[in-house]
């Protein structure tokens, strides 16, 4: 079991990477088809579902998914291990379903597990948490498929454009970091510094509180008119953070999802209307 997970996650390292709208680190959708986009899921196996079977993407052959930070939360293990990476590996098996359609994108949570580095979740660190649950899940295995993990997530782009100029990513640069931002990063090929603070992807991944000047010139330097973002909690599953952000959030019980038609253009306002509560989902 442990090298056919490990065989799971190089196909998914592959099939990020060989991505027919994929161009660099960005995913550029056409003008046409739907989408849905979902904020973050951390573990939530139960919305992951709802989003899949909204979806439907069998019976929708122009629709794309963008689904995003799916570890850390979510159901652990007796000795209270994080059992997030589960869900990872059924997000990536729907990759490898629809995997010109399920377009997966990078978040704080998997810079973190990338680098090692400490990420905090209602207390705990997750990164030991999951770590811990891996290596009792897979004992002497558990480093091989660590590895694995670690190389599907950095395979994964950064954000996703859309010809109707729509942006969705994990986040943006902040205030403090604008000026570092380096939108290269989107054209050439990921290095492991750039998840490393102050990497331009880490930047990407980890701001918080935006204003509308910084919305404003992040919108003129990205050349797109909306952003929806994840990142934030929303304990209501959205919220309208500026005159063109809506950021959602997919992982509890009032998380959402936004319903969008590619060939129509949309305001922040009007996105408010595609929304759609995944509890409204069977």
Known sequence: MPQTIVDLLSKGVQANNADKFRRGNLIHLPGEG????????????????????????PNNPKRHVVVQEIIHGGPQDPDGGCL????????????????????IVLGNHDTAFINNSEVMKNGEEMNRSMRQAL???FQEASSDIELAIRQVLFSQPLAVRCENRIWLSHSLPNA??????????????????????PGSAYLLTWG????????DKMAKLLDVDVFILGHQPQQEGWRQAGENLIIVASDHNHGCLLSLDLAESYTALQLIESIVPLASIS
């Open 34 to 57: 739907s989408l849905i986009a979902t904020g973050d899921i951390h573990g939530h196996r139960r919305n992951f579902e709802r989003i899949v079977a909204f979806a439907d993407l």
């Open 84 to 103: 997030s990476y589960r869900l990872l590996f059924d997000v990536v098996r729907y990759k490898l379903s629809f995997p010109d359609r399920v377009h």
């Open 135 to 137: 290596e009792r899940e």
């Open 176 to 197: 403090r970091s604008a000026e570092k931002f380096d939108p290269k990063i989107l054209d050439r090929k990921l290095k492991i510094n750039d998840v490393v603070r």
């Open 208 to 215: 918080r509180n935006f204003s509308q000047t910084l919305l």
